[in-house]
RNA sequence: GGCCCUAUCGUCUAGUCUGGUCUAGGACGCCAGGUUUUCAUCCUGGUAACCCGGGUUCGAAUCCCGGUGGGGCUACCA
C-alpha cells in the first residue's frame, strides 16, 4: 500500500498530548506501510497564533523521534492555491460570496435561538448576489453551498459507517474577509493536493468531515480515507485540552518523563496490540500497529499509568544514558564538580523509587548537604544512647579502613565479618541516619559506595558518624 | 436545543464481527503476605466490571429494539 498521512497541528501554544498522540498514530501508519509522513502548519488563523509554537512541535516531535518526511508546510504560504480554488467552486455554483453583516449574522442565530432550532445560514446571498462593486470591496466572505437534501456519508476506518442529512450541514465560512481559508477548507484542498491517503485526525472532527466530503466531491476528488482517533478526556471526561492545563507534553518532559515512557503510554491510550505485552519501544509500536486496533470510546488520561511506565523504562535505561536526562534535577545548581560516577551511583540507588526524574531533587539532598534530623532517629528499636555510640564507633572504625572507590559488595562483606550475621539493625540503623538523617532512606552500603567515588567522601562520612556520636 | 459519537473492574483494556470454552482475562492503582537493616525494588495472593429494560435463542458481555448516562461538534478556531 502506498500510504501518505500528515499531522497538521495548528501551532496556537505548545503541543499537547493529544496531539502528540495524533502524531504518534500518524507515524506509526507511515512506517508500518512503508508510507509518507507530512508535517503541515495550519497556521490561517494569525490572530491565534503562538510564537515559538512551530518550533516546539517541531522540538517535540524530534524528542519522541517522530520524524517527518515532508515538511513543515506553512498553509499561510499557500494563500494563493485556495483562492484559485475557492473562485473554481464560487465559479461552479458550489461555494459563493457573501457580504452579510456580522449583525445580520447574529440576528438569524438569535431567531434560530427563540425558535429553538439549529442555526444555518439562509443562502442569502446566494439568492440575491450583491452587484459586483469592483475590485475594491473585500468585505466578503466565502461560503460553501451545502446542498439542501441528500445525505452525506461515508466509511470510517475507526468508527465504521457515519452519515448525516446535508440539511443538518450550515453554508459555512470557507474564505475568510481577511482572505484566509479556514480548516475545513484549507485541510482539504491541502489533503488532495499532498496526496493524503489516510487521513488520521482527532474523533473531534468527525462532525465537519461531510463537508469535507462535500468539498472533495465539488472538486471531483478521490476522497481519502478518514480514521478518527478516540478522544483523550481528562478526569472529569473532558477533552484534553490546552484549556486543561496539564496537557503541554513540554511539561511532562519537563517533570522527568521519559520521552520512551511517554510514547509507550500514549499509544496505549486508545490502541492495544491484543496480546497482554505492555512494554513496546519505538520499532515494537510500528511492527504492532494496526488501525483496526484503534477503539472508538474516548480513553481518560492516568496519570498513574504514566508513572508505572516512566519508573520501567528509568530502572531499564542505562545508568550514563539515565544520566543525561537527570543532571538538571540534582540538588544542587551545578554538578560538574561532582564525578560522573558519583552521580551516577546516586542514580542507580534512587532509580528503583522514582516516578519521574525531578524526584531525585528531593530525595538526594543528603548525598550534597549534611543533614539535620533529631537524635531519637538514632535508636533503632529501644537501642540506648549507649548502644548506639556503641554501634557506631563500631561503623567508624570500620570505615576507616576503607580505600577510595570501595565497591558496595566489598563494604557489605566487610561490615559482615565484623559483626557476624546477627543483629544488623542495632548497627546499620544508625549508621543510615547519621548518613542520611532519613527515618527511611537507601541502605548505607550502597550509599557508602557512592560516597567513595568522592575525594573527600570518607571524610564526608567520619565526620557524619562523629556528629551523630556527638549528638547522643 | 440540533447533529454526531460512545458505553466491560476506579483507570487503560482483552473478549463483541464469527452467541456456549467468560463462575469475564491482563495491566495500573489499592489491600495483604513473603524477601529485607528502614524505605523502595522484587515475588505471591487478594480487591474490583459486562449502564438499564425488553426481545430473539436451549443459551447473550456478545444479536435486535427502546431508554439512560457520558462526550464531541454546533466560530470569519483548529
Redesign the pocket.
Known sequence: MVATVRF???P?GLLHIGGLRTALFNFLFARKNNGKFILRI????K??EVRGAVENIKETLRTFGLNWDVGPIF?SERLKTYHEHASRLVAQGDAYK?????ER?ADL?KH??AE??????DKHCLKNPAPSTGSGSN???IRQNVPEEGITSFE?L????????NS???D??L????G????????VIDDHLMEITHVIR???????T?KHILLYKSFGWQVPQFA?L??L?D?????L?KRSGDAAVKEYVEKGYLPEAILNFIA?????P???Q?IFSLDELIKAFDLE?V????????L??????N??YI?EKPLSELLKYAQRYFPVTDTSPYPEEFLEKILEIEK????KLSEVGERAGYFFQEPEYNKDLLS?KDMTGEEIKKSLEVSKKIIFNFQFSISKKEI?KTFFQEIG?GD??T???P??VAL?G?????????ILEAFFCLQNGKETVLKRIQKAIDKI
Open positions: 497538521a497541528p495548528s496556537t495550519e497556521d490561517t488563523d490572530s491565534r498553509q457573501c457580504g452579510c453583516s456580522e449574522i442565530k434560530a435561538q429553538k432550532r439549529p442555526f444555518r445560514y468585505h466578503f466572505v470510517d475507526v468508527y465504521g459507517k457515519i452519515q448525516v442529512a443538518t450541514l450550515d459555512g465560512i474564505v475568510k474577509s481577511d484566509y481559508p479556514v480548516y475545513n477548507f484549507a485541510n482527532g474523533e473531534e472532527f468527525i462532525p465537519s461531510p478518527h478516540p478522544l478526556v478526569k472529569k471526561r473532558q477533552k485540552s496505549f491510550l486508545g490502541w492495544n491484543k496480546t497482554e505492555e486496533k477503539n472508538k470510546s474516548a480513553a481518560v488520561f492516568d498513574e499509568k504514566l508513572n508505572w511506565f519508573s520501567h530502572k528503583g523509587r522514582l516516578n533503632w557489605e550475621e544488623k539493625g548497627l546499620l540503623w549508621l543510615r542520611t532519613l527515618r527511611a532512606s537507601p541502605g548505607p552500603f550502597e
